[in-house]
């Protein structure tokens, strides 16, 4: 379906154009007529299905209507978009100036992990729209007296991961401070009972939209392998040299583990960086450039960044570690064949591993191929770095407990061994 059958105004769909979208996904076939009727919406939406079209153009085709000129600045406020994070409250910002290119409509994103004083100070001049995680979002109202109560269009994205977050009680708050008569749309990717809850306080007669999706991407190719937990590192540095992969994003379950990797791959002569919450949003904001621009090779991530960063055509996910939540595998390798595109997914699992493994095949209803690469089969021989300092430091020898790795960290003296020339 095209979205000039939407109902959308010809200004927007000329940003959708410019945008390079070609038809419209289902969740924007669903939502957006809703939307455009004015009626609340609960909607069930994977990442990567489009939901930020899905509320953001029928959000800018209500504002648009609207005249807004006699107003002071501050009471220009009109929409409210929550976010749980400050990366994706930072992407749909950057798709709300997109696609209001051609509308004089304004918009600022405000998180925390960076000063206050700018948004604060944007706010004051006046804007339309406002993306905001809870924590900063409450910091200017409780500081500068941000005033809410013009806000006619609320929007609540990743309501479970909110809710896992513990900001239901945020979102029950904003309810009160925005205007009386307004619009909620919600989304969550599952429709659990909390969810169903909170959606009863929160939403007036709403329209639930489930679109149907497979749990994970059909056009991405899922394998596992199988390797010791010791060797992890070693088979990941081996594999981007040998098929010389320049964009490879990977998961750790831990900040630890991703600390240690990337020292590992520095040794190896690979450029990485690390993308967790104990990293400044100016370091987060520098690396995930960097990975985008192709100037690091790999990119370290938690499961902060699984939900919510959009990396045009990235090539393949890598699982160092398996996520502790199952459904945390699905939001991970969605950050791969992503708009009709192909993806790799890649698991490296280690025996310990393999209960979680099945419990994820049971969750995703399909049954992924375990390879065990050669050389790395069990009872294969540790290489000598390995057995060099189980000889001469017994005590810091690295200690692996179900795959995930203590404080203390061995630093082998290898360099640049799989690294392979950029082409």
């Known amino acids: 379906m095209s979205f000039t059958s939407l109902g959308l105004p010809p200004l927007l769909l000329d940003a959708v154009n410019q945008s390079g979208y070609q038809t419209a996904t289902p969740v924007q076939q669903a939502v957006i007529p809703l939307a455009l009727d004015g009626r609340d919406v609960l ?137 009386r008569q307004h619009q909620t749309m919600m989304f969550s990717a599952t429709f659990s009972e909390d969810v169903k809850t909170l959606a009863a306080k929160m939403l007036n007669n709403p329209e639930y939209v489930h679109v149907e999706t497979q749990t994970t991407a059909a056009n991405v190719v899922q394998q596992v392998y199988q390797v010791d937990t010791r060797r992890k590192a070693e088979l990941l540095s081996e594999l981007i040299g040998k098929h010389n992969w320049q964009q490879v994003m990977v998961f750790t379950s831990r900040k630890e583990t991703a600390d240690h990797l990337y020292r590992e791959l520095s040794l190896d002569g690979i450029k990485s960086s690390v993308f967790h919450g104990d990293k400044s949003q100016g370091a987060r904001n520098r690396a995930l450039e960097e990975f985008k621009t192709g100037q690091l090779r790999v990119l370290i991530a938690t499961d902060l960044a699984a939900r919510g960063l959009d990396i045009q ?30 993806g790799e997914a890649i698991s490296l699992v280690s025996p310990q ?11 995703i209803e399909q049954s992924l191929p375990i390879l065990v690469p050669t050389g790395y089969e069990e009872g294969a021989p540790l290489p000598a770095r390995y057995r060099d300092v189980a000889a001469e430091k017994p005590k810091k020898v690295l200690k692996y407990k179900r795959g995930k790795p203590s404080q203390t960290d061995v630093k082998p003296t290898r360099k640049g061994k799989y690294a392979k020339a950029k082409k």
């Open 43 to 179: 909607a069930s939406a994977e990442t990567g299905t489009g939901k930020t079209a899905a509320f953001a153009l029928p959000l800018l085709s209500h504002l648009m209507n609207q005249d807004h000129s006699d107003l002071l600045p501050a009471n220009r406020l009109r929409a409210l978009i929550m976010t749980p994070t400050r990366e994706l409250a930072i992407q749909i910002e950057q798709n709300l100036v997109k696609y209001s290119q051609f509308i004089n409509l304004t918009s600022l994103a405000v998180y925390g992990g960076a000063s206050i004083n700018p948004q604060r100070k944007a706010l004051e001049q006046g804007i339309d729209i406002l993306v905001a995680t809870p924590g900063r979002l409450f910091d200017i109202i409780g500081q500068h007296e941000l005033d809410l109560s013009f806000v006619t269009h609320l929007v609540i994205d990743e309501a479970d991961r909110m809710l896992d977050l513990g900001f239901v009680k945020d979102i029950e708050k904003v309810k009160r401070l925005i205007a």
């Open 313 to 342: 055509a990235l090539p393949r996910v890598i699982n160092f570690e398996l996520p502790e939540e199952c459904e945390d595998y699905i939001h991970r390798i969605g950050r791969t064949g992503r708009a009709g595109l192909g």
């Open 353 to 363: 591993e393999l209960e979680l493994l099945g419990a994820i095949e049971q969750l």
